[in-house]
């Protein structure tokens, strides 16, 4: 898998495939999948949730340019892969998950993993989590039709944002955001598909 992320992605950060490396993804599947675990695929988990494809995973990781001084909020922990991948290149991560069933195995799985400086909540996600702000990183899992103000705000100044941002909950494209003195400026880094966003500033649970 961090081969193909290598080789065929051009996966770049030496960081970033390390914690692919170390992370064990077929703990965060369902017993049923861990066979495709390493795949180059997203697959379904509970909740009609999902774990990001590989390559999203550190593509999105990479972009944030983390190192450890870094604080990063995660939106959308799903099954807590992102979020273990992330301990391993950040200082201190923050996740947030709405699904509450989802939050807590999320937290038991990287707590099983001896990774303590991750933590999960359930709550909304595109409110962001003030009490920890302002963020070097922020990373939302999900699709919004925009990127949420709250997220917006609670970056740090020289941060980076990393969002699949689409009109439609079917089809986004990976943007970063990197906030400077003078404001915020939006790259697109290619298409993507997520699970929508839910939330305040996101879509509505339908």
């Known amino acids: 898998m961090v081969e193909r992320l290598r080789d065929h992605y051009e996966i770049r950060d030496p960081r970033v495939l390390e914690a692919l490396t170390e992370v064990p993804r077929h703990l965060f599947v369902p017993e049923a999948l861990q066979g495709r675990a ?3 695929h997203a697959l ?3 909740a009609n ?3 990001s494809q590989p390559y999203i995973v550190a593509r999105m990781t990479e972009l944030l340019e983390a190192d450890k001084t870094s604080r990063v909020l995660e939106i959308g ?3 807590g892969y992102q979020t273990a991948v992330l301990a391993r290149v950040a ?3 923050y996740a947030i998950e709405r699904i509450p069933e989802l939050a807590r195995e999320a937290q038991s799985r990287i707590r099983g993993l001896g990774i303590y400086n991750a933590t999960v909540k359930c709550f909304d996600g595109t409110l962001g989590w003030a009490a920890h702000a302002p963020y070097d990183c922020v990373l939302v899992a999900a699709g919004g039709p925009e990127v949420p103000e709250p997220l917006l705000a609670q970056l740090k100044v020289g941060g980076r944002l990393v969002i699949p941002v689409g ?5 986004q494209r990976l943007v970063r955001v990197l906030r400077t003195e003078e404001g915020y400026q939006h790259e697109e880094h290619g298409p993507c598909a997520f699970v929508p966003l839910i939330g305040r500033y996101g879509w509505n649970n339908e």
């Not at 009109?167 to 089809?171: D, F, G, L, Q």
């Open 77 to 79: 922990a799903g099954s």
């Open 38 to 40: 390493y795949g180059d």
């Open 49 to 51: 949730q999902t774990i």
């Open 167 to 171: 009109a439609s909950r079917e089809s």
């Open 44 to 46: 379904p988990i509970n």
């Open 91 to 93: 200082g201190q991560v």
